[in-house]
């Protein structure tokens, strides 16, 4: 049986050892965003975890510190350009997310689960209500992040996170990490300004 305490244990170890294997790397980009762009290192925004408690996402900074506060980017009007030289290499390779390693550690993130939403993305809350992907400790990764990610319309995304919640089993986590990995390398579902561009594709 896949309970919650052992999937928080594999959360935990493979956080910890994520965190210990790839500090040089977390070093170097580090010094990278700091040398290229004023302002801090880690971007802090409250998100919806669990049971829709409230924490603070961190990820690389990878915009420029004018750019509108608490605004999903496929709102924002031409978000190319706010984001910086080298925050467009971190979030076309994913890296900027690595630093949500130390969410998972603290146990406010999953490895696999529903990405964590805005606080104020309520249509998006309000349709995960339905489907219990409320329920459970948001991921680092998940279902609709590699079915589509970016390109999902908010009704699918939350359909996604349902599906992975009624089947949530050790097997379905495994699968979503290895597909997370193959949508990385081939830089899937990322679209800047671009949520349910799948749908949209037809109209540009």
Known sequence: MYSKYGKRTIDFV???A???ILSPLLIV????IKVTSPGPIFFKQKRVGIHKSYFN????RTMRIDTPKDMPTHLLENPDQYITSVGKFLRKTSLDELPQLFNIFKGEM???GPRPALWNQYDLIELRDAYGANDVLPGLTGWAQVNGRDELEIDVKAKLDGEYCKNL???FDVKCFLMTIFSVLKHDGVVEGGTGSI??????
């Open 57 to 60: 996402i961190l990820k690389f």
């Open 29 to 32: 980009l580090m010094v990278l």
């Open 14 to 16: 493979l956080s910890l």
């Open 199 to 204: 749908h949209n594709k037809d109209n540009n």
């Open 110 to 112: 999953a490895i696999v």
């Open 169 to 171: 089993s050790f097997l």
């Open 18 to 20: 994520g965190i210990i």
